[in-house]
């Protein structure tokens, strides 16, 4: 039997990567349930709010294995905003960019340096929440490029794939971003987790 796992998330973007990266699992989201509502986010961090979610989706559903993520922008320029308030910066993706743009519009290009950052929680049990957190630096464009992705993808910048995340595939962003480190290592645990001869350790 298949590992059955609760990605606790209303985004479509964290879906679709999700659901690419982990094509072996039975990969479950809220809908699928049929869970109402969301969690209030209201932690300090990230690894705060990452926890706050991945209780309240496991309390929700009863499910065994649960995750949830919580990720945002840090812009150093800005003193780490977005942060944590990152999905809460404006009312949908473009008014989140076109603050970012319009609070970055003096700043030159080489202080417009970046991070993105994902802190997972997976719930095992009552006894048992596991964190992993995983960064990726870039810098942010002054204008948008790219029509995939989501959230601020079209602004940010990575050296490493000589484009913005909205230009690139789901598995080039996967195989440099924030996600895609933590999508990894939640790889590597579960298969320690349904081998324990070989435990992984996050």
């Known amino acids: ?87 809460r910066y404006g009312q949908d993706d473009a008014s989140r960019n076109l603050r970012l743009l319009e609070e970055l519009e003096k700043v030159p290009a080489e202080k417009r340096t970046a991070t993105f950052v994902s802190l997972f929680a997976l719930w095992v049990g009552p006894a048992t929440t596991l964190l992993w957190e995983a960064r990726t630096t870039g810098f942010i464009l002054d204008a948008p490029k790219g029509e995939g992705g989501f959230g601020y993808d079209p602004l940010f910048f990575h050296t490493g794939l000589g484009k913005s995340f909205a230009q690139a595939s789901i598995p080039e962003k996967a195989s440099v971003s924030h996600r895609g480190k933590n999508l990894d290592s939640l790889k590597r645990w579960l298969k320690g987790w349904r081998h324990p001869t070989r435990p992984y350790r996050p």
């Open 1 to 87: 039997m298949g590992i059955r796992l609760l990605f606790g998330t209303t985004s479509k973007g964290k879906w679709s990567e999700a659901s690419q990266a982990l094509p072996s699992l039975e990969v479950l989201f809220p809908r699928d349930l049929g869970l109402e509502g969301e969690p209030i986010e209201d932690g300090a961090t990230f690894a705060e709010n990452a926890r706050i979610k991945v209780h309240w989706y496991a309390s929700a559903s009863g499910e065994r294995l649960v995750l949830a993520e919580d990720a945002g922008l840090v812009v150093d320029a800005l003193g780490g905003a977005p942060g944590v308030y990152s999905s």
